[in-house]
């Protein structure tokens, strides 16, 4: 289907491609990407020929810097009471999507952009990237982003880089010491870096890896003997019978990162 604020495509290795495609307005969101991610999500949870995502952005100074002020988004503007974070639905967990995401931060990612790495599974960078919360620099109370990252920082890093708002950037080596990303590269080798980790992953088994995503992110908001227990059913559910009559291990050529 045609998208007016995002390109989506997909290969032949079963890894599709989304891209933020808002470089005017440094691939800020507005109502149409939120209602076109939903929809892009919606066709990678549904056919089966895609088993990886990449995240990505247009070309220029930032991946995204958050919400387009200059517009409006709303879900339900005739009923407030159904009414939520709309920056919440551009990720893929909550539109019901288990397949893993890797997402290429390049520039600025600042702000609501973190609706979309907050749900994501594997995030890299390029040696450019920098990120912030600029919510209280503007008088403005940060809510779902700095707490969606409360699974991937430590707490006295995201206090400090809401705090500081627009006075402070981590950049890509601090983010990397922190875990917020888990690679940094050249800005010319980001995307095929993005590719070729979502290529490895579309190999595997997709039961396998979207359980896999499903039973980690479940497990973020259980007590530990919980999380083992529920851990446990899925490779119930996802492991094939052939599993438990053969060696699970295969010779692979590892790569060291």
């Not at 940094?184 to 396998?208: F, M, Q």
């Amino acid at each position: 289907m045609p998208f007016e604020t995002i390109l989506f495509e997909q290969n032949d290795e079963g890894v599709a491609t989304i891209t933020l495609n808002r470089p005017e307005k440094m691939n800020a969101f507005n109502q149409k990407m939120v209602e076109e991610m939903a929809a892009a999500w919606k066709i990678v949870a549904e056919d089966p020929s895609i088993k990886a995502t990449v995240l990505r952005a247009a070309p220029c100074q930032a991946f995204c810097v958050g919400v387009d002020i200059t517009d409006v988004i709303t879900l339900y503007p005739e009923e407030p009471i159904r009414e939520r974070d709309p920056g919440f639905f551009v990720g893929p967990k909550a539109n019901n999507v288990w397949k893993p995401v890797v997402t290429a931060i390049h520039g600025m990612c600042a702000g609501g952009a973190f609706y979309f790495t907050n749900q994501t599974d594997i995030i890299i960078c390029s040696e450019d990237a920098e990120f912030f919360e600029p919510h209280l620099s503007f008088g403005l109370v940060p809510g779902s982003e700095p707490v969606g990252l409360m699974n991937r920082m430590p707490y006295n890093e995201i206090i400090r880089m809401v705090l500081l708002g627009n006075s402070e950037r981590i950049c890509a080596q601090t983010a990397l010491r922190m875990s917020l990303v888990t690679e940094v590269l050249p800005n010319d080798k980001l995307w095929d870096r993005a590719a070729e980790l979502a290529t490895i992953i579309a190999r595997r088994a997709s039961t396998s890896t979207q359980a896999a995503v499903q039973v980690l992110w479940e497990s973020l908001d259980m007590p530990y003997s919980t999380a083992v227990r529920n851990a446990y059913r899925y490779t119930q559910v996802g492991n094939p019978r052939e599993w438990w009559d053969r060696s699970p291990y295969k010779k692979e050529t590892p790569t060291t990162r």
